[in-house]
């Protein structure tokens, strides 16, 4: 099974490479999505430390923090080290420093399954209380987001619909809204899914499914409408335990890319490797080697802009995904959110890198040490979006926004409840 693991790593990476060579550079070389000539030794080099994270992670996951890093490993990881290839040519030794940075952090990451579980004591809550407290948030937040946006069944389909829908949401956040909209997406509506997948009750996935169409229509972005579909992804690849994770996961992705890229070639178009591979993978590599090489040259944020304000004055006034938004793209309105990697270098430079990547193992930790005995299939499925925010947000605004915190209480509240979880009659999970 190794063997497959190492192939199909091998075939993402290729269908990665014919999506930037022959749709995203030639169109979208004016955002920065350029290509010049590859040199040998710096993209073999790249190439074998893409390869290298494989000699330790296996082929089946049996813990949520190896969906963690296999989701980190392939949106984020595998982009960070082809990208300057593309760019550059021969790599720089600045990207080259970042790239066994980044190598050390994944390691680190994987193996948190290994470690020994903490010993968390739980309440004991009644399963009544848990699913009307349930209820009663989900069905408030989406009432008052709907109340601020109205209703809309029409989804924005072009850029300008999307972009509008976008700029009303902005213009109506308020914190209630910002909250409420991002604990739905990433935590509240996701687990409607999971149950209906998990007890094989349709009913819940199309009505989780359409609660994200809802927010789709007010805020305009796509990662809310595919949220659904990455769910159903992983949970296909969490069949029999797990065992074949990576091997389902990757392929899964690889055949997405295969789609998109037929499709673009068929129709002469480039829509649906532009969704799938420049705005949700190429992207966060850019955007990362874009954070790298300002903040090496430029005083770094030191956390200035949040908590550490009282401590450290902020030098730029603004926050880094702005900053970069305004060098690199010339648009002072554009908030070129990055990784959790980037963040920690904008932040403290590669000591960042390293004391988040800590950070967030620690977090995974707990999870891991939460999501066992019967709700662990609930668990690995409910840390998905979280997790898949991490590869354009930020540490702290994904664990206080984007549901982090709100998985590891909704965990926390059923390890209390105890039962026998869901979708124990499926001899498969």
Known sequence: MKVIQYFLVFIYVLLLHVS?????????????????????????????????????????????SG??????????????????????????LANWITNFMLLGCLFLLYSVASWRMLS?????????????????????LFLYILSVSGVHLK???????????????????????????????????PVLVIYGLLEKKIFFVLLGFFMQYLLFTTNGLKSTLMSTALLILVFVALRMKGKYF?????????????????????TSTFE?????????????????????????????????????SGIFENPYGITPPFIIGETYFNRPDMAANANL??????????????????????????????????????????????????????LTTVFLTHGLLLAIIIMYILRGIGGKGFGDKSAKH
């Open 120 to 140: 968390i004591p739980v309440l004991r809550v009644r399963a009544t209380f848990a699913k009307w407290l349930y209820i009663g948030m989900t069905s408030a």
């Open 20 to 64: 930037y060579a022959d749709f995203i550079s030639p169109n979208f070389a004016y955002l920065g999505y350029t290509m010049g000539s590859l040199d040998f030794v710096s993209f073999a080099l790249s190439l074998l430390m893409i390869f290298t994270p494989l000699l330790v992670a296996k082929v089946a996951v049996t813990e949520p």
């Open 341 to 394: 990697f980037a963040d920690g270098f904008a932040n403290f430079g590669y000591i960042g890198i390293g004391v988040y990547t800590f950070v967030a193992a620690i977090i995974l930790w707990v999870y891991n040490s939460l999501a066992k005995g019967a709700y662990k299939a609930f668990g690995m499925l409910l840390i998905v979006m979280p997790v898949w925010s991490l590869t354009d947000t930020s």
């Open 67 to 92: 969906i963690f890093f296999w989701i980190i490993y392939v949106i984020v990881y595998i982009p960070v080290l082809l990208i300057p290839n593309y760019l550059y040519g021969v790599v720089p």
């Open 272 to 308: 649906l490797t532009s969704l799938l591979s420049r705005r949700m993978i190429f992207t966060p590599g850019l955007l990362m080697n874009y954070y790298v090489d300002f903040f090496s040259q430029h005083e770094q944020m030191r956390l200035s802009y949040s908590f550490l």
């Open 155 to 189: 989804p924005p389909v072009d850029s300008e619909d999307i972009y509008a829908a976008r700029l009303g949401f902005r213009e109506n956040t308020s914190p209630i809204m910002g909250y409420g909209m991002q604990w739905l997406a990433k935590a509240l509506n």
């Open 246 to 266: 990576s091997l389902l996961f990757v392929g899964g992705i690889s055949m997405m890319l295969l789609i998109s890229i037929g499709y673009d070639y068929m």
